[in-house]
């Protein structure tokens, strides 16, 4: 919904140009399986806030919905901002993996099958679905560490120690934001702070 995008900040459905009444987040997909074993843990935040934003644009009316395995809010000031999303807004979260999507070829909605609270397969239906895209490395991250000759982690993030998260294995080269683990603005202009 950004003011600078292809549709000017007003959120459409890219098959008919018309605005959704209900969108569906997919958060986690593919995370924490065998090939990606992480969470990217940031983003629970963009998500929500896409959520809310999306509430403010099209309406209270549209049901706004985040399936979700964990809900990652580091701290307090964003643990509000999920009880205000939930409370204020009415923004659904439901703990779950969607496990197929399909189109409807008439109206070109979206078909979610999931697996609900008690254990038994649910089907919905939303005008909209939305896939969160998690955080990686860069597929240039070994070249880099060669070149600098510092060491990755199994994940393929520049190798941190616990209690000095900026130094790299290589004494005198630092490092900050994304490049040593997924994370946020507000992080990375700490990081980049302490780096310098």
Request: aromatic fraction near 8%; proline fraction near 5%; charged fraction near 20%.
């Amino acid at each position: 919904a950004s003011r600078s995008g292809p549709t000017e900040g007003i959120v459409i459905r890219p098959s008919d140009n018309q605005p959704p009444r209900s969108i569906a987040w997919l958060q986690c997909i593919g995370s924490r399986d065998q090939k990606n074993t992480y969470c990217s843990s940031i983003c629970c935040m963009y998500a929500t806030k896409e959520a809310v934003l999306a509430k403010q644009r099209l309406g209270s009316d549209v049901a706004c919905r985040v399936f979700i395995m964990d809900e990652r809010a580091f701290n307090k000031e964003y643990s509000t901002y999920f009880s205000r999303a939930r409370q204020k807004h009415a923004i659904q979260y439901t703990r779950c993996r969607v496990s197929a999507i399909r189109e409807d070829p008439h109206t070109h909605s979206l078909i979610l099958k999931y697996q609900g609270d008690e254990g038994q397969t649910r089907e919905e239906i939303f005008d909209m679905v939305v896939l969160a895209t998690g955080l990686g490395p860069p597929a240039t991250a070994a070249d880099l560490a060669s070149v600098l000759g510092i060491e990755l982690n199994s994940y393929g993030f520049c190798k941190t120690e616990k209690f000095s998260p900026l130094q790299t294995t290589r004494p005198g080269v630092f490092v900050c934001g994304a490049f040593s683990s997924p994370k946020e603005i507000v992080e990375t202009i700490i990081d980049a702070s302490g780096a310098a």
